[in-house]
């Protein structure tokens, strides 16, 4: 698997052509799996996704099948340094080197993979996920993962901006809904930007 770090430019070398590449958004054990080991710190683990497990076979399952078809899956993960500016707002989560912030065990990237590293909740603040995704030169990306209402609307708003046709599978995706509504309002301004959903 290949890692696209955040905090260096990086010559994305890859030559691709495919219809359609799956991008798992944030499945980090911090963000899906309610039971985590603390780390020593009482804040790890403490950003749960209310039903994220639910969605980890559906995905898996995604996976699999383009795996099949040889096809690269795009990962996106949470990696903070301790002390991230994202922590005046949030508990601390998804700490670099961290097991909170490992994808969770399901889900393993493999050999032919890409995961983007990110300091924010959008993949596009790392300066090579443009390079990346132009170079995969995919018809489509397909996006599931967490969460609905934060890292998800960004990845999707960023690259339908960027020119790339985004589809997201509702069925695949979890929300925070911190205040009630968020996750359709995050629904509705996807759409507005030319997002498909699906
Ligand atoms: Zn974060």
Do not use: S
Not at 39 to 54: F, P, S, T, Y
Not at 139 to 148: C, N
């Amino acid at each position: 698997m290949k890692i696209i770090t955040w905090d260096k430019k990086e010559k994305v070398e890859v030559k691709g052509k495919f219809e359609r590449i799956p991008v798992i958004i944030d499945m980090q054990n911090d963000f899906v799996k309610k039971e985590f080991p603390v780390n020593g710190h009482k804040d790890n683990g403490k950003l749960v996704v209310a039903g994220a497990e639910e969605i980890i076979q559906k995905i898996a399952n995604l996976i699999e099948q383009y795996r099949k078809q040889e096809v690269p899956i795009i990962y996106t993960t949470d990696w903070h340094p301790y002390f991230a500016d994202e922590f005046k707002v949030w508990p601390i989560h998804c700490v670099i080197g961290t097991k909170g912030a490992e994808i969770i065990d399901e889900l393993k990237p493999n050999g032919q993979d890409f995961v983007i590293q990110k300091n924010a909740n959008a993949a596009f603040t790392n300066p090579n996920t443009l390079d990346l995704l132009k170079a995969l030169n995919a018809k489509e990306f397909l996006v599931t993962g967490v969460a609905t209402d934060y890292c998800i609307k960004n990845f999707a708003i960023d690259a339908a901006k960027n020119g790339f046709k985004v589809i997201v599978n509702l069925d695949m995706v979890k929300g925070v809904d911190l205040n009630k509504g968020d996750i359709d309002k995050a629904i509705a301004e996807m759409k507005a930007a030319g997002v498909e959903l699906i």
